[in-house]
């Protein structure tokens, strides 16, 4: 069964920092890229970034380029999400999505984390 | 960026009825490898969102045949031939074939 669990998430003041992980199980987590999308309260789905198989490819949202950085340990089967300079429009749920384009485009996501950017 | 123009926000239907929601794109979601990656997403209250359908037409495993993707180019449409009391939940669209990925702002449906 596949699972992708996430956490790290929690309450961070303004300008702080933040590193997100999502445990990745029951598939071949080196065969995949991965994803994180984020979810505002009460809002809709934002895409976030997207990192290839290798690593070798790697994608942000322009609301997040240059502050955060995703990355992946595939000896883990580890993706991480690690967050610098966080504003309060960063305030979501952030949930890790498996898939490229192929047939598993984001067909398994986690149960998300919730990340609070507040004073 | 693609905008991708979901409609209508909210849609209330009777248990039993058929639903439609369109997703347009403000550019084509044919890729250069011929497929054209458009999703529809379902999430239901306090859940994470569950794949439906994906590259159009395709219809994830376990997913009540009820539910259909249809549509090519820039205009695409989720069915829901019977509405049932579980299909209550917010829907999205998502293009998979232009950088920045980008998701509709979502459809709520509702029960009359």
């Known amino acids: 069964e596949v699972q992708l669990v996430e956490s790290g998430g929690g309450l961070v003041k303004p300008g702080g920092s933040l590193r997100l992980s999502c445990a990745a199980s029951?598939?071949?987590?080196?065969?995949?890229?991965m994803n994180w999308v984020r979810q505002a309260p009460g809002k809709g789905l934002e895409w976030v970034s997207s990192?290839?198989?290798?690593?070798?490819?790697?994608y942000y949202a322009d609301s997040v380029k240059g502050r955060f950085t995703v990355s992946r340990d595939n000896a883990k089967n580890s993706l991480y999400l690690q967050m610098n300079s966080l504003r309060a429009e960063d305030t979501a749920v952030y949930y890790c999505?498996?898939?490229?384009?192929?047939?598993?485009?984001?067909?398994?996501w986690g149960q998300g984390t919730l990340v609070t950017v507040s004073s | 960026d693609v905008v991708m123009t979901q409609s209508p926000l909210s849609l209330p239907v009777t248990l039993g009825q058929p639903a439609s929601i369109s997703c347009r794109s403000s550019?084509?979601?044919?890729?250069?490898?011929?497929?054209?990656?458009l999703n529809w997403f379902q999430q239901r209250p306090g859940q994470s969102p569950r794949r439906l359908i994906y590259?159009?037409?395709n219809r994830d495993s376990g997913v009540p045949d009820r539910f259909s993707g249809s549509g090519s180019g820039t205009d695409f449409t989720l069915e829901i031939s019977r509405v049932e009391a579980e299909d209550v939940g917010v829907y999205y669209c998502?293009?998979?074939?232009?950088?920045?990925?980008?998701f509709g702002g979502g459809t709520k449906v509702e029960i009359k």
């Open positions: 999505v498996r898939g490229g384009r192929d047939s598993s485009f984001f067909d398994y």
């Open positions: 029951g598939f071949t987590f080196s065969s995949y890229s």
């Open positions: 990192i290839s198989s290798s690593s070798s490819h790697i």
């Open positions: 550019q084509s979601l044919v890729y250069s490898d011929g497929n054209t990656y």
């Open positions: 590259k159009v037409s």
């Open positions: 998502m293009q998979g074939t232009h950088w920045p990925l980008t």
